[in-house]
């Protein structure tokens, strides 16, 4: 059971390139979220997605674009990468409702996006 | 977008000692979480509160529900050099897709 990961951890573009960042969980879990982290901003939402198939947007959503083909898998793309998109890009995953622990999310490692 | 207010943005303490922290907004949450972040991995959930005024304790660790619901609060007890990281507080409603509202961090820094 590896919980939420993230790939890739690193990673620098150049403004006007694209890229994908891909989460996968293997906890079943319904809903997804992609996060930014930006020092002194705390944690922002972009995206999120409670279940597959389905998206909506978060907080901070403009030049990002996400898709849930998969159940275990949330994608999130730059399609021209800005230098203000430089950031710590957190997954997360909530247990389902229902479950003991229904309302707690679990974050994967991170990816470490410099935008040049 | 709403941001907690956490308190104290740093502390830095020796071992041994007790710490405590806390969050406060002005909304009302049902659920309060407490995540810990150390460098260059991602936040990991030490804490969950489901009722206003529950003590929920993991460890070392105790944490608060406020009875306002608008405040939660962290207590480490007899600190230790592993407890280094940023401490974040979130809350959230159930029914809004769970979208957390995270806490702009506690810095916590134990010398030996």
């Known amino acids: 059971n590896a919980g939420v990961t993230q790939t890739p951890k690193f990673r620098v573009l150049k403004t006007g390139q694209s890229m994908t960042l891909l989460c996968a969980q293997d906890?079943?879990?319904?809903?997804m979220y992609w996060y930014r982290q930006d020092p002194g901003m705390g944690l922002r939402l972009i995206h999120y997605?409670?279940?597959?198939?389905?998206?909506a947007k978060g907080e901070v959503p403009d030049g990002y674009n996400v898709s849930r083909l998969k159940k275990q898998n949330f994608l999130l793309g730059l399609e021209s990468a800005a230098p203000s998109q430089t950031s710590v890009y957190f997954c997360?995953?909530?247990?389902?409702?229902?479950?003991?622990?229904?309302?707690?999310?679990?974050f994967g490692p991170g990816t470490r996006l410099t935008v040049l | 977008g709403q941001q907690l207010n956490q308190s104290p943005q740093s502390m830095f303490i020796q071992e041994g000692e007790d710490v405590s922290m806390n969050c406060t907004s002005s909304?009302?949450?049902?659920?309060w979480l407490w995540y810990k972040q150390e460098p260059g991995e991602g936040p990991v959930l030490l804490i969950a509160?489901?009722?206003?005024?529950e003590l929920t304790s993991n460890g070392r660790l105790t944490a608060q529900f406020g009875i306002t619901r608008k405040d939660s609060f962290l207590n480490i007890s007899a600190s230790i050099p592993s407890d280094v990281g940023i401490y974040f507080c979130?809350?959230?409603?159930?029914?809004?897709?769970?979208?957390?509202?995270f806490g702009t961090g506690t810095r916590l820094q134990v010398t030996l």
């Open positions: 997360a995953s909530r247990s389902n409702p229902g479950t003991r622990t229904y309302n707690e999310q679990f």
């Open positions: 906890m079943n879990h319904e809903y």
């Open positions: 997605s409670v279940g597959e198939g389905t998206t």
């Open positions: 909304s009302i949450f049902n659920t």
């Open positions: 509160l489901y009722k206003a005024g």
């Open positions: 979130a809350g959230l409603n159930t029914g809004t897709a769970s979208k957390l509202t």
